[in-house]
């Protein structure tokens, strides 16, 4: 009890998170974006923090707030600032969290002036951009690299399939099929899967709560 701070899990540890969605732009007035919050992502950055650790934390576009001395807040806006933000801070992380909602596909080309409705019909051509959790996974060495699925359907198939593909160590499967879980919503339902493939079913609770059922089971598992 004479020293609480070196009891905190997470003390020593750097860890970066993604969070939010991205804005991919079509002109310089519009963007392709999603409905992530940024919730989930903010609320591991705020229970990373108060379990000690040193948090870099990457965010697309979003109303969230974190005011806490150990979250570094970076702001990006398209998909790949948010790859390049990641790639800078990744050498020196122990942790990476990416639960941001990034876009898949962006605008081929952008339009340097407002598009005007002049059209009947409007055709935007997309292309793939990068993937950053696949990336980050190709030139790991120490991170612990944890990534979250969202699907629909063959979820824990899809999910096994994305931790192998992207060299993870843990995967946060987010079932859109479960009522109240996901994106807009203030609460969450999660499963775990490990890099043995151990699973771990949670209910459905507050995202505040799951970012501390995330964390410890990434402090279990650094520990193992
Ligand atoms: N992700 C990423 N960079 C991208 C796309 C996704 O880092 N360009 C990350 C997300 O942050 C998440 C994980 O990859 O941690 C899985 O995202 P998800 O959309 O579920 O899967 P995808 O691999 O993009 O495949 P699909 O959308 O086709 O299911
Ligand atoms: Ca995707």
Same mark, same amino acid.
Do not use: C, W
């Given at each position: 009890?004479?020293?609480?701070?070196?009891?905190?899990?997470?003390?020593?540890?750097?860890?970066?998170?993604?969070?939010?969605?991205?804005?991919?732009?079509?002109?310089?007035?519009?963007?392709?974006?999603?409905?992530?919050?940024?919730?989930?992502?903010? @609320?591991?950055?705020?229970?990373?923090?108060?379990?000690?650790?040193?948090? #870099?934390?990457?965010?697309?576009?979003?109303?969230?707030?974190?005011?806490?001395?150990?979250?570094?807040?970076?702001?990006?806006?398209?998909?790949?600032?948010?790859?390049?933000?990641?790639?800078?801070?990744?050498?020196?992380?122990?942790?990476?969290?990416?639960?941001?909602?990034?876009?898949?596909?962006?605008?081929?080309?952008?339009?340097?002036?407002?598009?005007?409705?002049?059209?009947? #019909?409007?055709?935007?051509?997309?292309?793939?951009?990068?993937?950053?959790?696949?990336?980050?996974?190709?030139?790991?060495?120490?991170?612990?690299?944890?990534?979250?699925?969202?699907?629909?359907?063959?979820?824990?198939?899809?999910?096994?399939?994305?931790?192998?593909?992207?060299?993870?160590?843990?995967?946060?499967?987010?079932?859109?099929?479960?009522?109240?879980?996901?994106?807009?919503? @203030?609460?969450?339902?999660?499963?775990?899967?490990?890099?043995?493939?151990?699973?771990?079913?949670?209910?459905?609770?507050?995202?505040?709560?799951?970012?501390?059922?995330?964390?410890?089971?990434?402090?279990?598992?650094?520990?193992?």
């Amino acid at each position: 009890e004479k020293d609480i701070v070196s009891k905190l899990p997470l003390r020593n540890k750097k860890i970066l998170i993604t969070a939010g969605p991205t804005y991919e732009a079509i002109d310089p007035v519009r963007f392709v974006g999603n409905h992530s919050s940024g919730k989930m992502g903010f @609320e591991l950055a705020k229970a990373a923090a108060n379990l000690g650790a040193e948090v #870099t934390l990457i965010t697309g576009p979003t109303n969230q707030k974190a005011s806490h001395s150990f979250i570094q807040i970076v702001p990006v806006t398209s998909a790949q600032d948010m790859y390049e933000a990641a790639h800078r801070y990744f050498k020196e992380v122990d942790i990476a969290i990416l639960s941001a909602a990034v876009a898949d596909y962006r605008p081929k080309n952008i339009a340097t002036q407002k598009i005007k409705k002049k059209y009947t #019909t409007l055709t935007l051509e997309l292309e793939k951009t990068k993937d950053i959790l696949a990336s980050l996974g190709e030139v790991k060495t120490k991170q612990f690299l944890v990534g979250f699925a969202l699907e629909t359907n063959n979820e824990l198939e899809n999910a096994k399939g994305k931790l192998k593909r992207k060299n993870l160590n843990l995967i946060v499967l987010n079932s859109l099929n479960d009522k109240g879980a996901g994106f807009k919503n @203030e609460t969450n339902k999660v499963t775990l899967i490990d890099a043995e493939e151990n699973i771990t079913e949670y209910e459905l609770k507050s995202k505040a709560e799951v970012a501390i059922d995330i964390l410890n089971k990434i402090i279990t598992q650094i520990h193992a």
